[in-house]
């Protein structure tokens, strides 16, 4: 006993204690060797039941998103909330400065007039900057609304930097009909933009046509009109050197 190595069993395959060691509630192999696992009983975290490979399917079929549900929509930020917090912030830094005017023994007509300054310049920035002033990604208030008010606009970013459409729906790539849907649609209107361009394309080709008529035609009557203006210093050409003649 003590440090003293326990002899090993005999019938090893066949003992007990082995199976017990290889072995989880009575079920699985007595030996791992050759069998390429650990000798338990495990859960296969891959398989799809008949029931849920349903459930899926008929999801699918009505063309919802049972299979595939959409994650909830985050709770969005209340601006009557917000609003009420930002004018709470410009009278908690009016009282402030009236309470340092008070220590300093500035006058009450000063001070009120001072905090009414304070006041006027903190609405008409408020008003400015909206009910949502810039708040970074990085900056937490550790308000409800505020926060929500501050990840929604990050989200907005980063939608607009992925170029990712106002409209998706989360889930949505997996609805195979809807995406069929989708594939169509974005068929049928390049097909549409495809002959409004053809048709801009006749149009012009037509109006470029028209134009080399007209100006086809002006150069036939500028010609004529050369052509008897050269037939006419001609024939009086002509006549003056018939009177030389006769002269």
């Known amino acids: ?4 190595r326990q ?3 005999r019938y090893s395959l066949a003992c007990p204690h082995r199976a017990a060691r290889t072995m989880y509630n009575g079920i699985g192999l007595t030996t791992v060797r050759g069998s390429g696992t650990n000798g338990y009983v495990t859960r296969n975290m891959a398989h799809v039941s008949a029931t849920r490979s349903a459930h899926i399917k ?3 079929k009505d063309g919802g998103m049972r299979g595939f549900e959409a994650p909830p929509a985050p709770k969005r930020a209340n601006s009557d909330i917000l609003l009420h917090n930002h004018k709470r912030d410009i009278e908690v830094k009016c009282l402030n400065l009236q309470e340092k005017l008070e220590e300093q023994g500035v006058e009450s007509d000063e001070a009120d007039r001072r905090v009414a300054e304070l006041r006027a310049s903190l609405v008409a920035k408020l008003k ?4 949502q002033p810039a708040v970074g990604s990085s900056c ?4 409800t609304h505020a926060d929500a008010a501050s990840k929604d606009r990050e989200t907005l970013a980063l939608k607009d930097a992925l170029g990712i459409s106002s409209g998706y729906v ?3 790539a997996f609805d195979r009909e809807l995406q069929e849907r989708e594939k169509q649609d974005r068929a049928a ?3 549409a933009e495809e002959e ?4 801009l394309m006749a149009i012009l080709e037509r109006e470029q046509a028209r134009e080399e008529r007209q100006r086809e035609k002006e150069a036939r009557r500028v010609e004529k009109e050369e052509r008897k203006e050269e037939k006419k210093r001609r024939k009086k050409h002509s006549k003056k050197r018939s009177r030389s003649r006769s002269d």
């Open 189 to 191: 209107k390049r097909e």
């Open 128 to 131: 400015s900057t909206g009910s």
């Open 170 to 172: 989360g889930g949505s």
């Open 1 to 4: 006993i003590g440090g003293a």
């Open 7 to 9: 002899p090993r069993c």
């Open 196 to 199: 409004e361009r053809a048709e």
């Open 58 to 60: 008929n999801g699918s």
């Open 140 to 143: 937490r208030t550790g308000e």
